[in-house]
Structures are given as C-alpha cells and as structure tokens.
C-alpha cells in the first residue's frame, strides 16, 4: 500500500523557500529515488509560512528508509542549518486519482491527511463510491490523493 509524509518546516536562514526546494529537487530528490521505492517527491510552500515535502512511496518502510536519508540531508546542508522540523504527518494512501489536468509547468496542490477511526477500507470505499465523481469534476485537476 502507498504510504505517504509530509514535513514542514520553519526557519530560512538566508536562503528563501524557492531556494532550499530548487537545492531539495536537485540534490535530495535523486538520493531518495535511487534508494527505490519512491513515487512522488514534491516540495512545498504552505500558506501558514512553513515549507516542506510530500513524499509518497511503495510501503512504510521505504518511507521510514527516505525519512532517514532526507534527516541525514537536512543535517549535512549548510542551507538547510535554520531549518527545524516542526511536523511530520504520515499514513498510508487511501485514494488516488488522476485528473484531466495537464502536469507540465508548476502545479498547486491541496493534500488532504485525515486522522479517523473509520477502517482504511472503509475510507477507500467511500472516497471511490461516493466521492470519486465529484473528485474528478474539479476544474483543472491534475491528480487526488488522499
């Protein structure tokens, strides 16, 4: 099963939040795909003026493997030395869609990770029965995750 981590962090230094994702994209983002197991990196800008990443990959334990090797590189990176991880949220994917959206050029993204008591199929059935129509109406969207 997909299983999925964001983290944010705060705390620049002198490097501006485009800056430390262009350094992520280009240096971290490669270490992670040649450990295996990785879907999909993206870095973030979040409106509360943290950044971070979203990772997704095969299973929790090529997640925890990144986790480790992305801890290792925020400690080694001269950039990164103000940076304090301030959350991580983790959890396996329930639902994933693709839209119709192109996914050339610079998306906008809205990650959904919810905490409940509802059985993981449960959640799966609801989200692919009742609101995968929905989902897919959206006006230019290029993928769902949840």
Known sequence: MAYVMARMFTGLGTSTVDQLSALAIQ??????????GLIRYATISYSDGRYGSFS???????????????????????AMQAARLDQTMEGEV????????????????????????????????????EGSETIRSFQGLAACRT
């Open 56 to 78: 997704v990959y095969e299973s929790s334990e090529i997640a925890k493997s990144g986790a480790q090797v992305a801890t290792d590189w925020v400690k080694s990176q001269a």
């Open 27 to 36: 240096d971290l983002a490669p270490k992670l795909a040649a450990k295996g």
């Open 94 to 129: 329930a639902f994933a869609l693709r839209g119709p959206a192109d996914n050339n050029g610079r998306l906008h993204a809205i990650a959904r990770i919810y905490r409940t008591d509802a059985s993981l199929d449960d959640l799966k059935h609801a989200l692919e029965n």
